[in-house]
């Protein structure tokens, strides 16, 4: 079974621009979870959807919005990027049918590194 | 004060030694994880406990709810081990399900 893939690997944006990031799950997986990495704060959950819903969602301003398809891939979105938005940007899928990372294994994507200048 | 706490932050051994790394959390869980994390950033989730203990290979974990604690064990420890141990737990915050994230202990062995 092919693992979670990220696309792109790197971008590089300046401020007051957008970006869009897309995760693909594993096959069969239908909740997608995306997390941000900084060396300053660490991992920090943004938001998970679940069959095209946003079932749950951290504490991140309106900035960060996402959503999923039909076929469980996702996408983020962050709008009027500012430079504290440069991070490793980290998916994961799960099976989700318990609810959101309470008893399914995530299984993360390589990331896509998001440099703001 | 941050719900997930790990200890030691950075840890430096010998190739063969006993590996201990805490994690400590403040709320009521459903589950707590162990991740690895390699240089390059790719996260391997390698356990997920509720209770008791679990081992895989080299590795184990143990969680003890009562004492909100948990604790992965590396055994035989190797240079391949070096990488980031990061514990996360599921846990609920005003209604909505997260996944809150310790700061990470960063492992490196010696050959």
């Known amino acids: 079974k092919a693992g979670v893939t990220q696309t792109p690997r790197y971008l590089i944006k300046t401020r007051g621009q957008q970006v869009t990031l897309s995760c693909s799950p594993i096959?069969?997986?239908?909740?997608v979870s995306w997390y941000q990495q900084t060396p300053g704060q660490g991992l920090q959950f943004l938001f998970e959807y679940f069959s095209e819903t946003q079932r749950n969602k951290g504490n991140f301003p309106g900035r960060f919005s996402g959503r999923q398809f039909s076929n469980s891939r996702s996408e983020m979105n962050v709008s009027t990027l500012e430079l504290g938005d440069s991070a490793l940007y980290l998916c994961?899928?799960?099976?989700?049918?318990?609810?959101?990372?309470?008893?399914?294994?995530?299984?993360f994507g390589p990331g896509t590194r998001l440099t703001v200048l | 004060k941050n719900e997930v706490e790990q200890s030691p932050q950075n840890l430096t051994a010998q190739e063969g030694e006993f590996i201990t790394i805490n994690c400590s959390y403040s709320v009521g869980i459903s589950a707590l994880h162990w991740l690895q994390q390699h240089p390059g950033g790719g996260i391997v989730s390698l356990f997920m406990?509720?209770?008791g203990k679990k081992k895989h290979g080299r590795l184990i974990a143990t969680i003890n709810i009562q004492e909100k604690h948990s604790s992965l064990h590396i055994t035989a420890s190797h240079p391949r081990d070096s990488a980031v141990y990061i514990c996360a737990v599921s846990l609920i915050i005003q209604g909505a399900q997260k996944l809150v994230f310790g700061q990470g202990t960063r492992l490196t062995i010696n050959p």
């Open positions: 994961a899928s799960s099976l989700g049918a318990s609810g959101v990372l309470s008893t399914d294994t995530q299984y």
């Open positions: 096959s069969g997986h239908r909740s």
């Open positions: 406990l509720s209770s």
